[in-house]
């Protein structure tokens, strides 16, 4: 397998698609992200919440290590690189979708989606708090507030606390999400140029995090099992799609838009999720749930500095649209990347 100390011509190109093809895997993401949570659902069904981040990860890892041999992409040799890859592979991996999996034992799959909607909140919080990587505007800190008020209101408190099941899997849905927002900081912070394609770097840290998942078989994954045609279907497509291909499909798009516009993946992910929760479980759905999903967007928005963005376009000053796809990922490494809706 070939590798890499330093970027690579064919990496910084990292073969630009077409415009319409950009926008066909930035909606598939979306599409398959926000399924990810019924395949979860129905996988839980027959496995472990363990098995079914134990099995997401080492499919996703293993599909994307055939198309890293496929295409021949470089890897670095940098000890140093593999070791950052380590740290995102237990944050935006293991960690969270151990999380994940636990919850929707507790909590609906449209919920669970809806959760997920605040990973940008979150990556603003750490960037501006923890890794110090970012400075925010009060307009922007005030969107972080916004969107913890649409936590509360899905949360609901007005109906009564209670550390019940339901309560608990939430906030680990909002420990997975910070997890995610930790691992985008930590990128931008210490992984700014690994000199490998989109390919190569979601390789990179989803490797890894098979490796801590195979190193935790014994501890995790030897209990009995249940398997049936609908849960292999789910694990099959959530590991192949939902943890590799649809990665992959994410940063090309990051690096063709721009982090900003990649991100509004957010606002398909929850609304896919709710749907074939509704249609193909038989969910249902109350009024905080849509309305907290809401005023976390409009929080988004205003932590993106996306609302200010928009004033500027009013006024004919949009100087991104006038910017080659080319252009913008020239300048985009995996490290600039920005969240978007994950499962």
Same mark, same amino acid.
């Given at each position: 397998m070939p590798t890499t100390d330093a970027p690579s011509a064919d990496a910084s190109r990292d073969r630009t698609p077409s415009s319409g093809?950009?926008?066909?895997?930035?909606?598939?993401?979306?599409?398959?992200?926000?399924?990810?949570?019924?395949?979860?659902?129905?996988?839980?069904?027959?496995?472990?919440? !363990?098995?079914?981040? *134990?099995?997401?990860?080492?499919?996703? !890892?293993?599909?994307?290590?055939?198309?890293?041999?496929?295409?021949?992409?470089?890897?670095?040799?940098?000890?140093?690189? *593999?070791?950052?890859?380590?740290?995102?592979?237990?944050?935006?991996?293991? @960690?969270?979708?151990?999380?994940?999996?636990?919850? #929707?034992?507790h909590v609906s799959s449209g919920v669970a989606s809806i959760f997920n909607a605040t990973t940008p909140i979150m990556t603003a919080i750490m960037a501006w708090l923890v890794f110090r990587v970012e400075k925010l505007r009060l307009l922007q800190v005030l969107g972080i507030g916004v969107g913890i008020l649409g936590v509360v209101v899905i949360i609901a408190p007005w109906q009564g606390i209670s550390l019940d099941g339901s309560l608990v899997a939430e906030l680990a849905i909002l420990g997975a999400t910070a997890s995610y927002g930790f691992s985008f900081a930590y990128m931008r912070k210490f992984v700014s140029n690994t000199g490998m394609s989109a390919l190569g770097f979601t390789f990179g840290y989803i490797a890894m995090a098979g490796v801590v998942m195979a190193l935790l078989t014994p501890f995790l994954v030897l209990t009995p099992v249940a398997l049936d045609v609908p849960i292999i279907v789910?694990?099959?497509?959530?590991?192949?799609?939902?943890?590799? @291909? !649809?990665?992959?499909?994410? #940063?090309?798009?990051?690096?063709? *838009?721009?982090?900003?516009?990649?991100?509004?993946?957010?606002?398909?992910?929850?609304?896919?999720?709710?749907?074939?929760?509704?249609?193909?479980?038989?969910?249902?759905?109350? *009024?905080?749930?849509?309305a907290g999903a809401l005023i976390v967007f409009l929080g988004i928005l205003l932590a993106q500095d996306r609302l200010r963005l928009r004033r500027r376009n009013d006024e004919g000053t949009d100087a991104a649209a006038s910017v080659p796809p080319s252009a913008e990922a020239d300048d985009l490494s995996p490290a600039a990347e920005r969240p978007a809706g994950r499962a």
């Open positions: 093809w950009i926008t066909t895997q930035f909606v598939l993401a979306g599409i398959v992200w926000g399924a990810s949570f019924l395949f979860m659902k129905v996988a839980l069904t027959g496995i472990s919440p !363990a098995q079914v981040a *134990w099995t997401r990860i080492l499919l996703g !890892a293993l599909t994307l290590g055939a198309l890293v041999l496929l295409r021949r992409e470089a890897l670095s040799r940098s000890l140093k690189v *593999w070791a950052h890859l380590l740290v995102l592979g237990l944050t935006f991996c293991v @960690i969270p979708f151990l999380l994940f999996s636990w919850a #929707q034992q789910s694990l099959v497509l959530l590991g192949c799609l939902g943890t590799a @291909i !649809a990665y992959v499909w994410n #940063q090309n798009t990051v690096r063709a *838009w721009g982090p900003t516009r990649a991100s509004t993946v957010t606002y398909i992910t929850p609304v896919v999720g709710v749907i074939l929760g509704i249609l193909i479980l038989g969910e249902t759905v109350t *009024w905080n749930e849509p």
